[in-house]
C-alpha cells in the first residue's frame, strides 16, 4: 500500500502475474525487520513458444450478491467494471532472447443521487502496462530489462461522501512508472 495515498503502490495486468508467494512469519534474513507479510509477485517472461491472451471481464450490480453496505451518499446506484486486457510473449532469439508485454484497462463507472439529491457519475480509470526482455547470456547469467506503468484517474473522487457537495468533487491522478535492470 502507497504510504502517501492509502491505495495501491504498483499494479500489475493479471495476465503479466506468473505466481504470487505469500509470508507471514519466520522470515528469512533477507527480509530484515519485517513484520505482518510479506508478497512477492513474479511477473511472466517470454520463452521460446509464443503465448498470449486476450481477456475481458465485466461486472456489474445484477452479477454480485445483494448487500446492505454504507456507500455514503449515493442512492439508487448503478454500477458496472468492465476490464479488457492483452498479453504476448515468445523468443527473439531462441534460447537466448524473449519477451513478454501485457496491457490492461480496468474501468469503473458509478452512477446514482447523493444526499444532496443530485446526479452523480464517477469514473474509476486504472491502466497497466508492462514490458520485459530476458538475455540469457550464459548458463550463468541473465539479464532482464522491464518498464511498468499504471497511471489511474478517478473523476469525481468525493462523490461517495455525503459530506462533500457535488460542486466540491476532485479529481484523483495516481500511479507512476517502473523501470528495472536485473542482472
Known sequence: TDAATGTFGMNFSYEAIQEVEMKTGAFEAEYGRATGAISNVVTKSGGNEFHGAIPVYYTNLDMKMHQDLDRGAVEEEDQYEIEPGVSIGGPILRDKLWFFGSYNNFTR???GINAFDEEIKRNEIFEEW??????????????VAQYASDPATIESRDSLSDQIM????????????LVKLQW
Open 109 to 111: 463507472r458509478i452512477a
Open 130 to 143: 508492462m514490458a520485459k526482455v530476458t538475455w540469457q547470456l550464459n548458463a550463468d547469467n541473465k539479464i
Open 166 to 177: 457535488q460542486s466540491a468533487y476532485g479529481q484523483q491522478e495516481q500511479g507512476g512508472d
